[in-house]
């Protein structure tokens, strides 16, 4: 199974595809970013999101798609302005046909490093150990992408084995 990571944002999206083999060991495929620059409309962005999003679905054809839920803490601008790059995310992802689960970011930490509150440097470590590379993903965003996708083929897994 083939799934794609994704984490949302309108400057800087992180994106990770991750293959589950058949002896469930996992392999990194692709991962990276998606940028927007700040000085151009905010529909120009999006538009950019939406085409870079449909791009990576359509070359990769991954089985499904893991995109983290949205979450803030104290500024509601910069909430709303990722709230539209996850919307339009979506929007590509339905529209090529992947389903998509939706996951909080304490679960990916839970589901990679076995701990709800695990720090960043924790997590980053986990994605290469599990992943088998040979040194931490870069930029950050791509390996929280990853660690949405190894999340997203967990829960798969496992929604498997209940059915």
Known sequence: ??????????????????????????????????????????????????????MLAVDYKPDHAGVEELFFARNVTTAITVAQGRGVILLALANAGIPITEYKPNMVKQSVSGYGGAKKPQMQEMVRMLLGLDSIPKPDDAADALAIAITDLHVSRYNTLLE
Do not use: C
């Open 1 to 54: 199974m083939l799934s794609l990571g994704i984490d949302p944002g309108t400057a800087t999206i992180g994106f990770g595809l991750v293959h589950e083999r058949n002896d469930g060991s996992l392999q990194a495929i692709h991962f990276g970013v998606i940028t927007t620059a700040p000085g151009v409309p905010m529909w120009e962005r999006l538009k950019q999101i939406y085409d870079q999003v449909t």
